[in-house]
């Protein structure tokens, strides 16, 4: 883009480790002579690099669209301004191809037909002098063959109108470019050009024998850029609005092939949104109604659990006090046979010692008798 337009672009290279695909705008007043053109560069950042690159298609065509609305949504407005507006549709989208010399991936290919439809695709060889000229030819047909078998439709520059019928033509012969780009120039002869140094040699950036970025030029900026803008706003924009007013309900006539009215169709739309708003109340109702009557059979059910582990622990504690209040009464009974023995052994006891004391008295005396004698 540097050498597309001979500036220097601000914005510092992207790293190839992003997990999905950014997009990332720029835009930049430019201007060469008396004419001043308002350029918006948009970067898709990290497109390939996904080991899995099934959907990094989508934030491209989200943001084409995301354009395509702020555009509509600007016109449908009753006081338009469409004149000053700053218009950030996409009206050419430059996709580089790799200099591999064999076929399209698979993304590319997936990537351009979901695209199409949505902007003006000029596809684009890159590094061009990392392949051969008999490799890049026969990789210029590889490339336009596969585009046509697969029904990707890229931009073809106009021939109806006579003053560049002629050129368009053969430069869609030349599609697609390849090019290469430098911002360095060297000393080649007397004059200094921008080029790329080799070891084996210097490749011109605006000979065409070395490369089309001259022919990409011409065709892009000199002689096509007001037909891309009107391609942009007659094809693709035009394309999204009627599916998206479709969308909305409104079309150019009824079943009966009358004019529709804009009161009528605004009425039936909004019976139809009402219609489906008391739907959608009804069923949230419902759902309500249902999540309330499941809560209420928990609850019935949890509380139903919650009496019957009462019962089973009120039982079990009544079983545990019988249990102990059997065993109390039976230790009292062998307190109470204890203290029986107990007074029964101390009655023995007591008659005992008081029958030994008698018999001492009686020997005693009996003894003092036989003295006396």
Same mark, same amino acid.
């Given at each position: 883009m540097d050498t597309l337009f001979n500036t220097k672009f601000e914005? #510092?290279?992207?790293?190839?480790?992003?997990? !999905?695909?950014?997009? &990332?705008?720029?835009?930049? #007043?430019?201007?060469e002579s008396n004419v001043n053109l308002k350029l918006t560069i948009v970067s898709t950042v990290g497109f390939g690099d996904q080991i899995n690159?099934? $959907?990094?298609? @989508?934030?491209?065509?989200?943001?084409? $669209?995301?354009?395509?609305?702020?555009y509509l949504q600007e016109e449908l407005k009753i006081k338009r301004v469409l004149h000053n507006y700053h218009d950030t549709r996409i009206h050419a989208c430059l996709y580089f191809i790799a200099p591999t010399g064999h076929s399209l991936k698979s993304l590319d290919l997936v990537t351009m037909k979901k695209l199409d439809s949505k902007v003006n695709i000029i596809p684009i060889i890159a590094k061009s002098d990392a392949i051969s000229k008999s490799e890049l030819t026969k990789f210029k047909i590889k490339i336009t063959s596969e585009l046509v078998s697969n029904g990707v439709q890229i931009y073809q520059f106009p021939t109806d109108d006579e003053s560049v019928a002629e050129i368009n033509g053969t430069m869609n012969a030349h599609l697609p470019f390849a090019v290469i780009g430098s911002? =360095?120039?060297?000393?080649?002869?007397?004059?200094?050009? &921008?080029?790329r140094q080799y070891p084996w040699g210097t490749v011109q950036v605006e000979n065409e024998a070395h490369c089309d970025f001259v022919k990409l030029r011409e065709m892009l900026i000199r002689v096509n850029m007001e037909d891309l803008r009107e391609q942009t706003h007659t094809r693709h924009y035009?394309?999204? *609005? +009627?599916? &998206?007013?479709? /969308?909305? !309900?409104?079309? #150019?006539? $009824?079943?009966d092939s009358k004019p529709f009215s804009l009161q009528e169709t605004y009425e039936a739309k909004r019976n139809e949104f009402l219609g489906e708003l008391q739907k959608k109340e009804?069923?949230? +109702?419902?759902?309500?109604?249902? +999540?309330? @009557?499941?809560?209420?059979? /928990?609850?019935?059910?949890?509380?139903?659990?919650?009496?019957e582990k009462f019962d089973r622990l009120k039982k079990l504690h009544q079983d545990e006090k019988k249990k102990l209040e059997d065993k109390k009464k039976s230790l009292d009974d062998e307190v109470n046979a204890f203290k029986q023995r107990k007074t029964a052994a /101390?009655?023995?006891?007591?008659?005992?010692?008081?029958?030994? !004391?008698?018999?001492?008295?009686? *020997? $005693?005396? =009996? +003894?003092?008798?036989? !003295?006396f004698l």
């Open positions: 914005g #510092d290279p992207a790293s190839h480790s992003q997990p !999905g695909v950014q997009l &990332k705008s720029n835009t930049y #007043d430019l201007q690159k099934e $959907d990094s298609y @989508k934030p491209i065509v989200e943001f084409i $669209d995301a354009q395509f609305e702020a911002t =360095e120039e060297l000393k080649i002869g007397n004059k200094m050009m &921008k080029a035009e394309l999204y *609005r +009627r599916c &998206k007013l479709e /969308e909305m !309900g409104f079309k #150019d006539t $009824d079943p009804e069923a949230m +109702r419902q759902m309500f109604v249902q +999540r309330v @009557k499941e809560k209420e059979a /928990e609850l019935k059910e949890a509380e139903k659990e919650l009496h /101390e009655l023995l006891q007591s008659q005992a010692q008081q029958a030994g !004391g008698s018999q001492t008295l009686k *020997r $005693d005396k =009996e +003894r003092k008798n036989s !003295g």
